[in-house]
């Protein structure tokens, strides 16, 4: 061959030259298809193609780093922060940092005994974030007035205030109960809730 010869070069073929196909084995996981994903609007197949809607993506999104409001009122906040320490972490949820203004969380936490002195201030806290927001209700205190619920200057629950999403029940309930309460509220985030 001369040096100003070229070789000749084939057409490309695309199904054996572009697309690269997994082997079909008959061994489980190795080259079996792909079954379809559990999660209501989403398809994906060999292609690494996602069907999905805009509502499910930012749902997505918001459900993955919901960033707290902290609203500690009694015992309940010391267990809400020790939520948020090393030993729980909750920051591998998303939710390291709580928020000292309304106007940067999504998510209020109203831990402790809420007085009718205090329920106005809440309101208002509630009223200046921004939509969407949600609230958990944590311990019996802010569930339904706990053992303070005789008491002339007890609200009777949060929720004759602010609408509340997930109930985390105890008294005090423990870090690991607040972070299933921050799952469940992911959970109902995710499906638009």
Request: hydrophobic letters at 40%; proline letters at 9%.
């Amino acid at each position: 061959m001369a040096i100003d010869e070229k070789p000749k070069t084939r057409p490309i073929d695309f199904e054996q030259d572009v697309i690269q196909r997994r082997p079909v084995t008959t061994q489980a996981g190795l080259g079996a298809p792909e079954p379809t994903s559990p999660t209501p609007g989403v398809l994906a197949n060999d292609d690494n193609v996602v069907f999905t809607t805009v509502n499910n993506l930012v749902n997505w999104a918001r459900s993955r780093s919901p960033w707290p409001l902290g609203y500690g009122l009694a015992c309940c906040a010391i267990e809400m922060i020790s939520a948020s320490m090393a030993h729980h972490d909750i920051a591998r949820f998303g939710m390291e940092v709580f928020r000292s203004s309304p106007r940067q969380a999504d998510v209020m936490i109203v831990a402790g005994t809420v007085t009718h002195k205090m329920a106005p201030r809440l309101r208002r806290l509630y009223e200046q974030m921004p939509e969407p927001k949600w609230v958990i209700a944590m311990g019996n205190c802010a569930s339904s007035g706990g053992e303070f619920w005789d008491s002339y200057s007890t609200l009777q629950g949060v929720d004759t205030v602010v609408p509340v999403d997930v109930y985390v029940p105890g008294c005090p309930p423990r870090p690991e109960a607040l972070i299933e309460g921050l799952l469940r509220l992911r959970e109902k985030i995710m499906k638009g809730g």
